[in-house]
Nanobody
Framework: QVQLVESGGGLVQAGGSLRLSCVAS????????MGWYRQAPGKQRELVAT???????IDADSVKGRFTISRDNAKNTVYLQMNSLKPEDTAVYYC???????????????WGQGTQVTVSS
């Protein structure tokens, strides 16, 4: 099994910054992709950014130029650096990793429990 644990959320004023982290542990042979999603109250979960062997992508137009996704392979960790935060960035942020647990198993998606980000105006 694979467990993902997010951290780094909190309350910040508009214009501030936060750095989210998501660490994967357990049976991991390879991590094919990493991503961050967010879900604001009353809204559908939104893809924010993804990271694969081919590179990184900021998928949400509203955060381009402000958010950056990166990874530390040695630590099985993905980060989301969030700058110039706005009240509309308020949401629960989730990480997802596409993992192969052994060389014989198919890849599967795993989710973290979510971390709350609240941006005050």
């Amino acid at each position: 099994q694979v467990q993902l644990v997010e951290s780094g959320g909190g309350l910040v004023q508009a214009g501030g910054s936060l750095r989210l982290s998501c660490v994967a542990s357990g049976s991991i042979f390879s991590i094919n992709a990493m991503g961050w999603y967010r879900q604001a109250p009353g809204k559908q979960r939104e893809l924010v950014a993804t990271l694969t062997s081919g590179g990184s992508t900021i998928d949400a137009d509203s955060v381009k130029g402000r958010f950056t996704i990166s990874r530390d392979n040695a630590k099985n960790t993905v980060y989301l650096q969030m700058n110039s935060l706005k009240p509309e960035d308020t949401a629960v942020y989730y990480c997802k990793m596409t993992v192969r647990t052994t060389i014989w198993d198919p890849i599967a998606d795993y989710w973290g429990q979510g971390t709350q980000v609240t941006v005050s105006s």
